[in-house]
């Protein structure tokens, strides 16, 4: 069965960093392009960013230049390094695992909380 495990959350002040991990099993990670999602109460989800199976990144705007998505297919594991974080980036952190020909083949972690607060 595969499983996305995410870990890394928490409470930080603001101008603060954390770094998400997000460790994989019984998939083939090299296949699958790699994203992280966010959801703050009340908003619908929202897609922070992904990463290829070349290793391409793409950000939403209002994180670029702040996080920072890679990725060790040795380790079959996604990071998402985050700094200067603000109060607007608190939500729940979720890791994403899409095949990169087969897109049924889609897979969710259970989210880690992210707190940005004084």
């Known amino acids: 069965q595969v499983q996305l495990v995410e870990s890394g959350g928490g409470l930080v002040q603001p101008g603060g960093s954390l770094r998400l991990s997000c460790a994989t099993s019984n998939l083939f990670f090299s296949n699958f392009i790699m994203g992280w999602y966010r959801q703050a109460p009340g908003k619908q989800r929202e897609l922070v960013t992904i990463?290829?199976?070349?290793?391409?990144?793409n950000y939403v705007d209002s994180v670029k230049g702040r996080f920072t998505i890679s990725r060790d297919n040795a380790k079959n594991t996604v990071y998402l390094q985050m700094n200067s974080l603000k109060p607007e980036d608190t939500a729940v952190y979720y890791c994403?695992?899409?095949?990169?020909?087969?897109?049924?083949?889609?897979?969710w972690g259970q989210g880690t909380q992210v707190t940005v607060s004084s």
């Open positions: 994403n695992a899409n095949h990169y020909i087969n897109h049924r083949r889609d897979y």
């Open positions: 990463i290829t199976t070349e290793g391409r990144t």
